[in-house]
């Protein structure tokens, strides 16, 4: 049996859709190892046994994969962020797209010949346009600031993350260095009065840098001369602004936000189209790699002009705005309502006017447009990570569009959802992963499937 301390010999043979690899002892038990790879030995510490599985850290590497790469940020391995920054980019694209296959034929009882290629991220590092940098107090009430352990709110400091632009990463010093002297600043339990969150945004075609400070209150000491000395330092910087979030939350944006210097917003361009970036605007966070999943989505579409595209999950509208020209009619549909609003202005600023926005549930409204008689003739749904209701599925079946492009950002989801569409009118064509987020666990798919029964 299998106990808390044992050390033992394990060869990891696979990697869990979270990143940690995977290994199985004689007796047949399967051991979850954080920071191994596929073809590591290893000396492993069980930390946690439980009735089939047990959880494990390396105690040391006996042979390394082949797959492994010095990892080149010093808080890697504590970090929630990275889970592959020990393994090649090459390695780490395999094992992504392997998820996504597991989940099509496991979850899906899909073919794995429908999962294309993976499209690889043309930056690996620098590519977040957004960050959120926690400020607290660690246990000798010293200033921390960096990123969160994984699953805790425990903060690793690091103010030079490898997945930032580097302007970020001057900013954050720049921050650092000001509040690091000064704890009684700093949001406390006790205090919700104190800075809490350093968030930076950035415009990557336009340059254009937003930073934002989260605190309790509207003002804090040596505010202006901060304000003053960074926008001094940083021409990019076109906008300052101080939320304020007092609640008791998980949440980091607070409702109320104060530009204390130049714009409310920034604008970046993104599929030849113009967006402005408020705070709490949804805008995809690597911009390069999200015209390539745009593309593919388009690609899928088919569009020749005279479609009417319903644009399902839209956030501030860009997929749909950036097919609006190659359709006749775009409706976007959105729960939250400052996208809409959003949506509405960004449709305004680039001129287009064959496009309206709904702010409601998905669900809800597809059910109401299909009422209405409207019958699109494609379906772009992007769905959080909890996917598609079944009952959704049922409208879009009965609205019985030629296509539906299913962009999903969980695999296991997207899988049970087509499924569900495969028992009604629509087979599944192709699927192409894309890798958005270099180094991180996440994958994110396009989907293309096609009407092929005839509609009763
Ligand atoms: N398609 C957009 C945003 C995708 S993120 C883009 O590419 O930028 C998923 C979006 O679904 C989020 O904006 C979220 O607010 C929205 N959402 C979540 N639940 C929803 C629901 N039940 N109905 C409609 N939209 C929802």
Redesign the pocket.
């Given at each position: 049996m299998l106990s808390k301390n044992d050390i033992i010999e394990l060869n990891i043979t696979s990697l869990t859709s979270d990143g940690d690899g995977v290994a199985r002892t004689a007796e047949g038990i399967v051991v979850f190892i954080p920071n191994t790879a596929v073809g590591d030995e290893i000396q492993a510490r069980i930390l946690k046994v439980k009735k089939n599985v047990a959880y494990a850290k390396v105690e040391e590497i006996i042979t390394p994969s082949p797959d492994r790469i010095t990892p080149d940020c010093p808080v890697s391995k504590q970090c929630g962020g990275c889970v592959y920054r020990h393994i090649s980019y090459d390695a780490e694209l395999t094992a992504k797209r392997q998820k996504v296959v597991d989940c099509i034929t496991r979850i899906g009882k899909l073919d794995e010949s429908l999962v294309g290629n993976i499209i690889p991220s043309e930056n690996i590092d620098g590519y977040r346009n957004k960050a959120m940098i926690p400020i607290g107090l660690d246990k000798n009430g010293e200033v921390t600031m960096g990123f969160y352990a994984r699953h805790s709110h425990r903060i690793v400091p690091c103010i030079d993350c490898k997945l930032s632009p580097e302007i970020f990463n001057e900013i954050a010093a720049d921050f650092y260095d000001f509040i690091k002297d000064r704890p009684e600043l700093v949001d406390t339990d006790r205090n919700r009065q104190g800075i809490r969150h350093l968030y930076l945004r950035y415009a990557e075609k336009t340059g254009d840098v937003m930073v934002c400070i989260v605190a309790g209150k509207r003002s804090f000491d040596g505010d202006t001369a901060l304000y003053n000395s960074l926008k001094e330092k940083y021409n990019q910087i076109k906008s300052i602004i101080l939320n304020v979030n007092p609640d008791d939350t998980n949440v980091v944006l607070g409702k109320k936000s104060y530009t204390v210097y130049g714009e409310d917003c920034i604008e970046d361009i993104l599929c030849g189209l113009r967006f402005d970036i408020a705070p709490r605007s949804?805008?995809?966070v690597n911009r390069t790699q999200?015209e390539r999943?745009?593309g593919v989505a388009r690609d899928y579409a088919d569009l020749s002009g005279s479609e009417v595209l319903l644009?399902?999950?839209?956030?501030?509208?860009?997929?749909g705005l950036s097919m609006a020209k190659d359709c006749k009619e775009i409706i976007g549909?959105?729960?939250?309502p400052e996208?809409i609003e959003n949506a509405n202005a960004n449709a305004e600023r680039n001129g287009i006017t064959n496009a309206r926005f709904i702010c409601?549930?998905?669900?809800e409204?597809a059910a109401k447009l299909r009422g209405e008689g409207i019958t699109p003739n494609v379906v772009i749904v992007?769905?959080?990570r909890k996917g598609l209701t079944p009952e959704l599925i049922e409208t879009i079946n009965k609205m019985h569009p030629d296509r539906v492009v299913y962009?999903s950002?969980d695999p296991a989801t997207l899988a049970r959802d087509l499924s569900q569409f495969e028992t009604l009118h629509y087979s599944v064509k192709e699927i192409t992963p894309v890798d958005m987020f270099p180094r991180t666990a996440h994958i994110e798919s396009v989907c293309l499937m096609s009407r092929v029964k005839p509609h009763r």
């Open positions: 949804f805008y995809q999200a999943l745009y644009d399902l999950y839209c956030g501030a509208g860009t997929i549909v959105e729960i939250i996208a409601a549930d998905a669900s409204a992007d769905p959080p962009v950002c």
